[in-house]
């Protein structure tokens, strides 16, 4: 549903088309949360194993002291339960200011920053 470029910069850059910005709304009014949402958009990239979003509140995998919603490039599963970024590591940094979901919405495309 959503479709992702890699910025010249390393940034990710998720971009939405008006019939999954309408479905984006009808998740809002049905009270879903911002990381269903992009977890939701996001569902066709992840299910292959590539641009998985996670709450990094959670602390698996642990990123550092934040509750940014992030993206990881490829997220593995060890045997114990934890979870591994595997390559590059992407998170919204204003998420305490600006929903993500409704700037994807308002704007069709939202940025996530490269962490590493």
């Given at each position: 549903m959503f479709s992702?470029?890699?910025l010249p910069?390393?940034?990710l850059k998720v971009m939405a088309g008006n019939e999954a910005r309408r479905?984006?709304?009808?998740?809002?009014?049905?009270?879903?949360?911002?990381?269903?949402?992009l977890s939701g958009g996001m569902e066709h990239f992840w299910?292959?194993?590539?641009?998985?979003?996670?709450d990094a509140g959670?602390?698996?995998?642990?990123?550092?002291?934040?509750?940014?919603?992030?993206?990881?490039?490829?997220?593995?599963?060890?045997d114990n339960g934890d979870r591994e970024i595997v390559g590059r590591l992407w998170h919204f940094d204003r998420y305490q200011v600006t929903d993500p979901m409704e700037e994807l919405k308002r704007t069709g495309h939202v940025v996530f920053s490269l962490a590493h």
């Open positions: 992702v470029e890699v910069n390393g940034n479905w984006i709304k009808e998740e809002q009014e049905n009270e879903r949360c911002s990381d269903t949402i299910t292959n194993g590539s641009y998985e979003p996670f959670q602390a698996n995998p642990f990123v550092g002291l934040t509750c940014a919603p992030c993206i990881a490039e490829t997220l593995d599963v060890l």
